[in-house]
DNA sequence: CCACACAATGCACGTTTATGCACGTTTACA
DNA sequence: TGTAAACGTGCATAAACGTGCATTGTGTGG
């Protein structure tokens, strides 16, 4: 990370607390390179200011409600973070790279690494707040009419911002996938701007949990073959798995929770 | 790199504040050339302009850049509420309102109504992100390039698509409110997309809470007599209250919390 | 041309702050 | 009930701090 000031650490550790996330004393240490002492000087300050609860270990939000994006990742969980992870991987340093709305994508934000300058574009409301809280990311919003039920800007006006990025490789999350019937989306307007964006990047990734392969939905997107990479969970069924990789798809497996 | 002035090396550092970045004394001292003593000088100058924050080792930008909308949401929550619910009775049914950034705006999204059926505009991220749990409201958002520090998008795009919408009222948070020197802000780019903002909506609302008034900022937005009405909160300076009425602008009045 | 004010700087001094380590105590968990 | 981890406290150290003072360079008025 930057400037190691006493007092900028102090304040991360706040934003992070403000944010609704639980800290760590020893973990805190390790990834600011001090001594334990040194932060539980800390949490004693912010406690003191009533900034944080003091407990065993760390230091807990004094709010500890609200937090939309930690509370959906810790439930969803394990798995889409699995699958996360694995996906991350696939970055380079400085790219741009797009991601489609959905909670998969979503636990990407916080998958990637810090220090890679990336640029992130959505037209995802959730993702983009995700991204917002992540420092070292530039972000890039898409505008338009959001869809409700998306949770994402979806009109003629999204689709004129999306032609306007010079897209280095996107991440989809897909609600139906199959080697025979490809990509299918809940809803036509969605299935309609998955297309145009697989079409706008020359690299594109789906993060797939296995349900999805047993998932039927209406509109097609585009066949399997129009993506360059599936990120798959372990318990993933191997016929679909070498199905999708004969039609010349590679892909990438999550490691085992 | 550097010209020989002093000055010019405040302005330099003065910069990279105003950007966001931390600064360290010692390591500037080397940078330029001088020594930690002369570095020390500036940045207490700074600091005693409000451009910065003194701390041990250097100095942090006042607005942190990596701890940006979340902390300061829920600061003074009654309060904001209590502007929210006043400037909520403006609002008629069926109107397009375009909500700008801050924590203000944001209390305003739980205090419409539900039977209005809202369109509501903005370019924040989390006022975006607080409409959509409002089931009755339609969202339209702005894309552009998120500035971290206003938590929004604010480019030329943003511009442009603030251009095509038919406002009908919108709401303003401000950094600082004057009768006599009008509305500021804390970034150039911030005040200007206030601007257009004011100059596309037919009736415009500040929601001004009390220490606004105190307040100063870089950046002129407008002369008060822009906006048609301004939210006041109950322990606002009457002296003030009277200076804006002087000038034709309506005054509401927040209850008592 | 010189004297002087003035601002910026570097240095020396004593003071404050943050840190790490050592010690004994408390806490959580098996 | 026992154990290991986390805790708080005291202490020593090094870095950063503020202040006062001497030096330098510049511009101005006598």
Redesign the pocket.
């Known amino acids: 990370m930057n400037a190691d000031l ?2 900028a ?1 102090r304040d991360q550790i706040a934003a992070r607390l403000a944010d609704g996330q639980p800290v760590v ?2 973990t805190l240490a390790r990834e600011f390179g ?5 932060i ?3 949490l ?1 300050a912010l406690a003191a200011e009533g900034r944080c609860r ?5 230091a807990l939000p004094c709010t500890p409600a609200f937090s939309p994006v930690s509370a959906r990742a810790e439930q969803d969980g394990p798995l889409k973070q699995a699958l996360a992870r694995a996906a991350a991987t696939l970055v380079q340093p400085g790219e741009l790279i797009f991601l489609d709305s959905g909670s998969t994508p979503l636990a990407l934000v916080d998958a990637l690494p810090d220090e890679f300058e990336l640029t992130v574009a959505t037209h995802a409301i959730d993702i983009a707040a995700a991204v917002l809280r992540r420092p070292g990311m530039k972000l890039v919003m898409l505008g338009g009419c959001v869809d409700p039920v998306v949770g994402g800007a979806l009109d003629a006006t999204t689709a004129q911002g999306l032609a306007q990025l010079n897209i280095d490789r996107c991440f989809l999350g897909a609600c139906a996938v199959s080697a025979s019937r490809g990509l299918s989306a809940q809803h036509a307007a969605d299935a309609a701007f998955k297309r145009l964006l697989l079409q706008a990047s020359p690299h594109s990734t789906v993060l797939v949990t296995a349900d999805k392969f047993s998932a039927r939905a209406p509109h097609r997107i585009a066949p399997a073959e129009a993506v360059q990479c599936f990120v798959l969970s372990p318990e993933a069924p191997a016929a679909e798995a070498d199905a999708l990789q004969a039609l010349g798809c590679s892909l990438l497996r999550a490691a085992a929770t």
Chains 1, 2 share one sequence.
């Open positions: 006493p007092l650490r004393a020893a001090v001594s334990e002492d040194a539980r000087r800390d004693r003091r407990v065993y270990g760390g």
